[in-house]
């Protein structure tokens, strides 16, 4: 029985990971980035597995654990920002944060 | 090509189809306009990558993905938009007509173009890579299961996990700290300055 | 014994002759403000008498059997001609060479610079910046010192150089008016082009003959070129530059007229009695070359004779009396060219020193008068000193019979030397007898018109004099105007110092006319004659019809021109002057500057270009990012690619 080629799995990943970059890139609201790069995190996640999966290792799933242990502080402290820059500018622009223009 | 669509086992199907799903999804909360449409579209993409995730012989990382993923990070997501007002449309800030862009005028077209290339390109090139590597590797239906990953991380990765403790724990202070709302601490600080 | 001491000790007191004016510069220069006058006079002035009875009596040492007194301080560099045969090295040491000719000028030098500052130190004790003042003039006379005794030409040069440094600080003495400064200036760059062109002699003349040793020079010089000879031309012509522009003859005399700005010792020390002798010393130490150039020394001679006729009309339409003065030196140093063009080196030296005394003392009783007059220098606002200030008129009469050659004053013994010697001189000739005639006349001339202006007729000036009473300062101009009227004496003496260091020039065979000297002794008596009557509405104290209120000077078209040096001023401002300041106009900024600038511009550039990447918005990061990530893949697996696409 063969199951679902390696290749094909990165290349689901590779998908979602590049959709993911896309959002990040042209989206102007911080909310839609952070989601973005929810997207992008998950299909790392996806490739993970696949690896595990695939050499029969139990590695793939303890990487995928730490990951989502990442998304999780990181989604944390991404709304408190948030929260932060909608009291300061009163929008979620994220082009008002170019002090470092120059 | 479609010979071997026929020639699908119904594992390979479902997965397949989940994988289209995640990635229908995944565009839909790229390109939404709005917010909390766009958290349910995420959500959504998360369960069907869940589903592969089991049909790749990982169920421990399947229920994770559903359990942490979507039922705690997103709805973390979730109840900050609601409470902190933060889903406003992005139609407020959308580009106007009257921006400009390589000198034209802005439209649907010309502001999706430069990153739909660029991740266009991204993408092909990793297609390639991924081929062009000895990874067409024979998967054996063999599952990984909860047992296995327990005696992995508290084994060899033991450490990982404490640092990973260390990162929810600075996660945690830093949300806390950034979110609270004004005026809190500051009584505090004169507080402590008039003593000290 | 006697034999090794004396002359160890001449040497030695030779070699410390210029030390003691510089010993005095440098403390008055270190704790000039502190000093009072008292300490401060009799510092400059001490140093100044023990350099006069050194200079003595090293000159006493100086005998017919021991011609050359030499004495070796330094040694400094050794050059070496690599070219062509000569495969010469030469040694450039401080040393210096007395013999008579330095003799004679190291006597005027701290003779009359001692004098001078005798004099100085009374007329200039009101200033307050006078520890400076002497400072300077002391260190004009180690500078001097330095150039008459140095034994190579680089030593001399280095003289040359000092003189003219000290000149500068000298007439922009009083550098907070912006003429006296502008006047130092002029003099400066006028004199550099003059030593320019001896800078560029002294090369040729290290290339041609690998020496720059004076003696050496003479030798070799005389061994390896035959007269006529084409260097020899171009060397003596170069060195005549350089002389040219030190003593003012022309081209170059433009400066000297405006250096009166400065203070009167000044003009008297500077510009009369040493440094303007500087080139006619140059010329008379170099004699071996130009008498291998007989053509320069025809130019030489002519020179002298234009200058002496233009000066002299130019200080017939002068009315600052300083200036006239300043003219009447041009004039007189031509007398010098034109008596070493002729070949008659002694007779020019000898002038040199006879009207150093006479301009000297010209120049102090003048400053002397300005100074009673509370610095009136016009001539025409003067008048009828002869009644209120008869000790000054006494003595200016007395310079004025010396300049005018009268006989019986060392003046005529001096002038009519040189004259003498034109006419039958291979190099000079009766034309040049005649412009030497001509010359006299003029001098007298501009004399008498001086004196009467100045001294006669109604008085102009209607406020109180203030004759100085300074003993110090009638003193010395009394010992000047002692020796010019009876300097004469000194002529055999120097004389026969001279023969030992000038060789015999050739003279024509023709005989000369009988009537020569006679002509020369009565031309200033013609002189004399003719002023008395052209002049005389200067004289007379009642003229009719002459308010003294339109009492001037002429300011006819000609009178105008002959005032400012004879156009040259004007002629030299449109050749060189303005196109010069409209060619810096045009280089304001400075060409090379902006090329240079280029470098900082191209940086600039590069600044800007990358710069603008940095837009400070995350999501242009972000693509950048990306970007990198598909080029860095590409470039990883370019191999993989070409292999699978082939």
Redesign the interface.
Known sequence: ???????H????A????????????????T??????L??ML?AV??AF??A???????????M???I??????????G??????M??RFK?????L?????? | MISTFIELNPLQLTFYFAALLAIVASVKVVTGKNTVHALLYLVVSLLAVAVCFYLMGAPFAAGLEIIVYAGAILVLFVFAIMMFGLGQDETLHAPSVNDRIYGTKVNKFNLWLGPFLLALLLLTELVYAINSGEIQAKLTSNTIDAKQVGILLYGPYLLAVEIASFLLLAGLIGGYHFAKPEGVGLERKKDIGEHG | MNDTIIPLMTESVLAFLPIYPLISFLLLMGFGKRLSWRVAASLSVGAMVLSALSSVFVISQLSVGDPVITSQLWTWFTLTLAEGANQATTSININFYLDGLSAVMISVVTGIGLLIHVFAAAYMKEDENFSRFMAYMNLFIVAMLILVLADNLVLLYLGWEGVGLCSFLLIGFWYQEKENVMAARKAFIVTRIGDTAMAIGLFMLFKELGQLTIVDITQSAQTLWTTGDDKAYWIALLLLGGAVGKSAQLPLQTWLPDAMAGPTPVSALIHAATMVTAGVYLIARMNSIFLLAPEVMTYVAWLGAATLILAGIAALAQSDIKRVLAYSTMSQIGYMMLSLGAGAFSAGVFHLMTHAFFKALLFLTAGAIILALHHQQNLFKMGGLLKRLPFETALFAVGLICLMALPGSSGFFSKEAIIAQLWSSNTAGPLLWYCAIFGALLTSIYSCRLFFLAFMGESRFEQNLQPSSSKLLKLSLITLAALSLVGGVFSNIIDMSLTQVFPLVARSAESEPNWLHSVAIATPFVGIVFSWFYFSSYRRKDSAGSNLNNFSESTSGIANFCRQGLGFDCLYYWLVVKPYCSLAKLNRSDIFDQLIMLNAWYVALCHDVLKSSQTGKLRWYAAAIGLVTFLLLLALNIDALSTEAS
């Open positions: 029985m063969i199951a679902i080629p390696l290749s799995i990165l290349i689901l590779s998908i979602l990971f590049v959709i993911g970059f896309v959002g990040v890139i042209t989206r102007k609201n909310l839609f980035i952070l989601m973005s929810e997207v998950n996640g996806v597995i696949g595990g999966s695939a050499w029969q290792q139990a590695d793939g799933q303890v995928f654990i730490l989502l242990t990442l998304a999780a502080a990181e989604v944390a402290l709304l408190a920002l948030l929260i932060q909608q009291r929008s979620l622009d994220i082009d944060l170019s002090k470092l223009k120059g």
